[in-house]
């Protein structure tokens, strides 16, 4: 049995704790980088897929049209597709967040910016030079986790729980480097 001075301690601070008014984050945001996107070489963001840290470079889709079959721009990144492979000619199509799962028209390069304009001098994060490596020299260039994967697959009984508490837009954390 406790004694009566711990159980009142014990009581207080549950009754403190129930009456101080929890503080919800109200404007909660997407996950994401402006500038960066998720590419995939087959239709609903599967196959061999990536994820790109921001860049003003053109990014090639490779010969004949071959390459990306999927595109996602991270929440305030558009992207630009091109005609030609250096960025120029006709601007096809501007995608948005959250991309295009199916259906890309040819294309033949592209280019993500965090201004929404296609600006190709802005640097929207100088301090990653472009590369994820930057970050970690060990990580994997493709984002695991992404639908479709066997990561995704492995976990996917304890990504609809966390769905069920609310975590619909996805969890970082139950495996570093990974994004479910």
Same mark, same amino acid.
């Given at each position: 049995?406790?004694?009566?001075?711990?159980?009142?301690?014990?009581?207080?601070?549950?009754?403190?704790?129930?009456?101080?008014?929890?503080?919800?984050?109200?404007?909660?945001?997407?996950?994401?980088? @402006?500038?960066?996107?998720?590419?995939?070489?087959?239709?609903?963001?599967?196959?061999?897929?990536?994820?790109?840290? @921001?860049?003003?470079?053109?990014?090639?889709?490779? @010969?004949?049209?071959?390459?990306?079959?999927?595109?996602? @721009?991270?929440?305030?990144?558009?992207?630009?597709?091109?005609?030609?492979?250096?960025?120029?000619?006709?601007?096809?199509?501007?995608?948005?967040?959250?991309?295009?799962?199916?259906?890309?028209?040819?294309? %033949?390069?592209?280019?993500?910016?965090?201004? %929404?304009?296609?600006?190709?001098?802005?640097?929207?994060? %100088?301090?990653?030079?472009?590369?994820?490596? %930057?970050?970690?020299?060990?990580?994997?260039?493709?984002?695991?986790?992404?639908?479709?994967?066997?990561?995704?697959?492995?976990?996917?009984?304890?990504?609809?729980?966390?769905?069920?508490?609310?975590?619909?837009?996805?969890?970082?954390?139950?495996?570093?480097?990974?994004?479910?």
């Amino acid at each position: 049995m406790l004694p009566l001075a711990s159980t009142s301690a014990s009581i207080f601070i549950i009754l403190l704790a129930l009456s101080t008014p929890s503080a919800a984050r109200p404007n909660l945001q997407r996950r994401g980088l @402006p500038g960066a996107v998720y590419t995939c070489t087959d239709t609903d963001f599967r196959g061999n897929c990536q994820w790109s840290a @921001p860049t003003s470079q053109c990014r090639q889709q490779g @010969p004949f049209n071959l390459g990306i079959d999927s595109l996602g @721009p991270d929440p305030s990144t558009s992207c630009i597709l091109y005609e030609k492979f250096d960025c120029s000619g006709t601007q096809i199509q501007t995608v948005r967040f959250p991309g295009i799962a199916s259906g890309l028209p040819k294309f %033949a390069a592209f280019r993500c910016s965090a201004d %929404a304009q296609g600006n190709p001098n802005l640097d929207v994060n %100088a301090d990653l030079k472009s590369t994820a490596k %930057a970050l970690d020299p060990l990580a994997d260039p493709r984002l695991a986790g992404g639908v479709g994967s066997l990561e995704r697959k492995n976990n996917l009984d304890e990504i609809k729980e966390m769905e069920k508490d609310g975590f619909k837009e996805g969890l970082i954390g139950l495996k570093k480097g990974v994004y479910y």
